[in-house]
């Protein structure tokens, strides 16, 4: 499933207007952010539900501000 992502998303950057790219760049952020929220809520080595939340905020502000 990713590596059909990754070729869509070049794909994409290949074949737009770059006036668009700022766009662009949001939606891959928040698909990583989704993708690793839902990977910090499935582990099994993340133990309690407080790391959990922290770790999931961190990446959130983590991914935001970059």
Avoid at 21 to 35: E, G, H, R
Wanted: aromatic residues 14%; hydrophobic residues 55%; proline residues 6%.
């Amino acid at each position: 499933m990713i590596p059909e992502a990754i070729k869509l998303i070049t794909f994409s950057l290949s074949h737009i207007d770059h006036s668009f790219l700022p766009l662009v760049v949001s939606s891959i952020k928040m698909f990583a952010i989704a993708t690793l929220f839902f990977y910090v809520e499935k582990h099994p080595l993340v133990p309690c539900d407080d790391l959990r939340y922290v770790l999931t905020i961190s990446i959130f502000s983590f991914l935001l501000i970059n």
